[in-house]
């Protein structure tokens, strides 16, 4: 299906390398681990500032999660709300049960223009659903506008964060992609001439390709107006000199009201890029007679949403506003980057959101891909609890397990139901701590440290010596102690 | 007062001095301690690694255990979270009402160690002697479930010759993060050396934290790389004085 | 051709069967939290330097004027530009129109015609101070949306009472939604190459403000 070349991460979730094992590469490659953690630290000192000073800053995210709760409890409510507004608006609206469907409405609408080329916004959602490879062999070529999206385009690379998805790149890394496909070969790696050198390139296309496909931060019920939030101006140029304009949108990006933008907005620059309000937002409702695209589609896309939002404790996992305030504080992400996470959705909410997006058939291994630290929960501006949805997945993940043969090969697991045992009586935890006391000195050196163990305990062992096991216990000392009182 | 320890199932079996520490400390504070001999473990190692099954019966036992007792001591951050945030839903779920009242009388009866010293006894000079320059680590639990703040701090800050160093970066765990520190051994040993580089970098001779947890990975490190520098639990820098100084530590 | 209609009703009913008890939406929605801030305190000279100060701090240019001075105010920004060929949307009052330069108005000006302006003028709805935002709603004085796009200069005229303080205030302004609106925080930007903000990708480089003291 994806047919990579060997080494590139593969952001497919059934495909990629379990979590601890796509991490072994990238940990060892300091140039990307530096590039990473570079552009995880200026992001979040930048949000930090703009956080501290915003004084009512805990009150816009109660106000944003409530918001986004409310939302997810009458969904289809909302939906068909934005729906008629939207049509009543000029538009058009379609509803993908999965990617698959998704892919061939798109290609579908391409074909009604006879549409051979497109321009495109960045989304997440489009990379969900694979949609550029799927149209590229449907001989529909696509030109991404976003400049991390071409640096990943022309540098055949996969996304690694979801706000600023070549992050893992650095100035001298773009210099060389954009030299060599660009024909460029006097450029310099000053950020300002690679940026102009974009500018440039993208300049043509946009004024002569007329279809383009985007995404949407948030759909207004209750006007039908969509909302996308950016940076560089190639969403309003893609939003603006089209014929045709094909919006793809989670079901999960409603809103109720144009006003709740006052508190969405708020949030979400801040959480995103550290600024208190990005560079251009803009909102469309339907078509505008002589002013933009005057064809225009939105698909709204399920593929796993229903049934996240059909679990009560899980449903909070659809109140993202993908803004990546997570993935930015989390101190796992901030060494490994995204691609080890094997899916368009790294960090945090990628832990949560892609295991349940593949119905826990796949990526098994991204709940476990946390030390549950908590910054992502204290971070998130729609208060999703990420560490509580982790565990959930967790215990889901164990209970397939059981039922596995496997499970009986597994040191872990079985040293986990062992464990159990040991604990359900205190005579039973403190004859096991007995023999495990004389066992593990078989292990122990004269300075009382255990520098190598075997099986699980070797994951310890590789890189951390653990002291010896005392000779008494606590509850011993404490025994001995009642002892001599009396 | 009179206080019952909850001493984990880790300390119990790896850091028993700790325990000492504690019974020291708050024997001296005047604190009438006792010890349940039927306690074993809080389940916390369960529920967080997907075993939720076998965390049921480990909460019950230790609310069970406990339910008579006037004050729950514990010197480990994590298990208090555990108790606090997660035994509610376990507790829940399990769907027997006494058990659900005895938890809820018991919940606002179990402290954490800082949180006993100062929101219990209302002390932040312990009477502690430890002349050593100190860096103090935040764990994650302590810093995001418990909200500890500036307890420790306070605490540390009445320790006679103690010299606190600064720690850069308080607030980025240290990757120990219970059985991720094995099931995903690398990542975690990558951020273990990024903690240690800001823990050695304070030019301390030891690291403190509330949770042996994190203290065996950072003093794991410490030990396999000659860091020149040891781990020390709080308890022990508290329990510590000029006539019993600290056991030696790590 | 669209997807077969059972996908919308199959989604649908997923939806509802998914958030029990089913809900009807609104009721809920009138009782949620809003605690933050939804009026700002700031006095009216205090509010508009805010604006100047983050309009300045995108390296936006700010000059204040006054409802007589502005044409004059006007010629001078556009002499200052260097540039001489510029579009405006067919609204703007005609005084507004400086002597001796291009002028191209939009009455239905092709995507070339307004490409090859080296510069654009026009009218604002709104501004929030808090952020330096401008707010186009695109009428007759504010253009269509491609008239402030393609330019590279992009000079905006807005009122002192067209300015606010916070976000909410905009909203609480314009309760009722325009069909078209663009928020413009500075120009345009990325921060995707090492972090480093680099201005003027696509969109105007050069954004210039006149803030007229239109109130006593």
């Known amino acids: 299906m994806n047919h990579a070349p060997a080494g590139h991460p593969i952001l497919d979730p059934r495909l990629a390398p379990p979590f601890p094992q796509a991490v072994l590469p990238v940990l060892r490659n300091p140039q990307l681990r530096k590039n990473v953690a570079h552009a995880i630290d200026v992001i979040q000192s930048k949000r930090a500032r703009l956080v501290a000073e915003k004084s009512d800053w805990q009150d816009l995210r109660t106000a944003a999660s409530g918001l986004r709760v409310h939302v997810l409890e009458n969904l289809a409510f909302y939906l068909e709300q934005f729906e008629a507004n939207c049509t009543a608006a000029g538009g058009h609206v379609h509803w993908a049960a999965d990617a698959a469907q998704a892919r061939q409405i798109v290609l579908d609408l391409l074909r009604q223009q006879a549409a051979n080329e497109v321009i495109k916004i960045k989304t997440m959602t489009s990379a969900e659903i694979q949609l550029n490879p799927f149209l590229e062999a449907a001989g529909v070529s696509v030109f991404e506008t976003d400049l991390a999206e071409i640096i990943l385009q022309l540098g055949e690379q996969e996304p690694s964060h979801i706000v600023v998805p070549a992050l893992h790149v650095n100035r001298a890394q773009v210099r060389e992609i954009f030299a060599r496909r660009m024909g460029l070969p006097n450029l310099s790696d000053d950020p300002q001439e690679l940026t102009n050198a974009a500018r440039a390139y993208l300049r043509q296309k946009f004024l002569t390709i007329p279809t383009a496909i985007g995404g949407a931060n948030f759909l207004i019920a209750e006007t039908g107006g969509v909302a996308v939030v950016e940076s560089e101006g190639n969403g309003r140029m893609c939003l603006t000199l089209p014929r045709t304009m094909i919006t793809l949108a989670g079901i999960e990006k409603v809103l109720p009201s144009f006003q709740d933008l006052e508190v969405m907005l708020q949030v979400l620059a801040r959480s995103a890029t550290g600024e208190r309000m990005n560079p251009y937002t803009s909102l469309w409702t339907g078509v505008t007679p002589n002013d933009g695209p005057q064809n225009f589609h939105v698909v709204l896309l399920d593929n796993g949403r229903s049934s996240i939002l059909a679990r009560p404790k899980h449903r909070q996992t659809l109140k993202c506003i993908r803004c990546a305030a997570c993935m930015n504080s989390c101190p796992v992400y901030r060494q490994t980057g995204g691609h080890a996470y094997g899916s368009v959705y790294p960090g945090p909410i990628g832990a949560i959101l892609t295991p349940q997006l593949m119905r826990m058939h796949y990526a098994q291994s991204l709940p476990y891909a946390s030390s549950l630290c908590g910054a992502c929960y204290e971070v998130c501006p729609v208060k999703i609890n990420i560490p509580e949805v982790l565990l959930e997945l967790r215990a889901e993940v164990t209970n397939q397990e059981r039922g596995q043969a496997r499970r009986f090969f597994d040191p872990m697991y079985l040293g986990l139901r062992v464990a159990n045992l040991l604990f359900s009586r205190a005579w039973i935890f403190h004859t096991a701590q007995f023999f495990g006391r004389i066992g593990l000195r078989l292990f122990t050196r004269k300075d009382g440290w255990i520098h190598s163990l075997p099986s699980i305990g070797a994951k310890w062992t590789q890189t951390r010596d653990l002291r010896g096991l005392p000779n008494q216990t606590f509850h011993s000392w404490w025994a001995a102690r009642q002892k001599e009182a009396k | 007062m009179r206080a019952s320890l909850f001493i984990t199932c880790y300390n119990d079996t790896l850091y028993p001095e700790t325990g000492r520490a504690v019974v020291t400390l708050l024997e001296r504070l005047g604190v009438q301690l006792d010890f349940h001999r039927g306690q074993t473990c809080c389940g916390q190692m369960h529920a967080n690694t997907g075993f939720r099954a076998e965390a049921f019966s480990q909460a019950k036992r230790f609310v069970r255990l406990y339910q008579d007792t006037e004050t729950v001591i514990v010197p480990s951050s994590s298990c208090v979270a555990m108790i606090r945030d997660q035994y509610p839903g376990l507790i829940e779920e399990l769907g027997n009402d006494a058990l659900r009242r005895q938890f809820q009388a018991l919940l606002p009866r179990v402290f954490e160690l800082s949180e006993f010293l100062i929101d219990r006894l209302k002390v932040e000079d312990v009477g502690a002697y430890f002349p050593h320059r100190v860096a103090y680590h935040a764990s994650c639990h302590g810093l995001r479930a418990l909200h500890l703040g500036d307890r420790p701090f306070r605490l540390l800050a009445k320790v006679r010759g103690l010299d606190l160093a600064p720690l850069p970066n308080l607030d980025r765990c240290c990757g120990f993060g219970g059985t991720f520190s094995v099931k995903n051994a690398e990542v975690s040993s990558a951020m273990l050396a990024v903690k240690l580089q800001d823990v050695v970098s304070t030019g301390a001779e030891y690291c403190t934290a509330l949770d042996n947890s994190c203290l065996m990975h950072l003093g794991g490190a410490m030990h396999r790389q000659y860091a020149g520098m040891k781990t020390i639990h709080m308890a022990q820098i508290l329990a510590s004085t000029e006539d019993l100084p600290a056991e030696a530590a790590q | ?216």
């Open chain 3, 1 to 216: 051709m669209t997807a077969p209609a059972p996908s919308r009703q199959q989604i649908l009913d997923r939806i509802r069967k998914a958030a029990q008890p089913p809900q009807d939406g609104s009721s809920a929605y009138e009782t949620l939290p809003r605690t933050y801030i939804r009026q700002g305190q700031l006095t009216p000279e205090a509010r508009l330097a805010l604006l100047i100060e983050r309009l300045r701090e995108y390296d936006a240019e700010v000059v204040e004027s006054t409802p007589t001075a502005l044409p004059a105010a006007i010629g001078t920004q556009l002499a200052a530009s260097g540039k001489h060929s510029f579009v405006a949307p067919a609204g703007l009052p005609t005084e507004w129109l400086s002597p001796g330069f291009d002028w191209r108005i939009d009455n239905s000006l092709t995507t070339a015609q307004i490409e090859q302006a080296e510069g654009v003028l026009a009218a604002a709805a709104c501004a929030v101070a808090d952020s330096g935002t401008i707010v186009l709603h695109h009428s007759a004085a504010e253009g269509r949306r491609l008239l402030t796009l393609l330019p590279d200069w992009h000079l905006c005229i807005l009122r002192a009472s067209q300015v606010v303080e916070t976000l909410p205030e905009y909203f609480a302004r314009f309760h009722q939604s325009p069909a078209l609106v663009t928020w413009i925080s500075g120009p345009s930007a990325t921060a995707d190459i090492e972090m480093t903000r680099i201005k003027g990708v696509h969109g105007p480089r050069f954004l210039h403000i006149i803030l007229v003291h239109d109130q006593s």
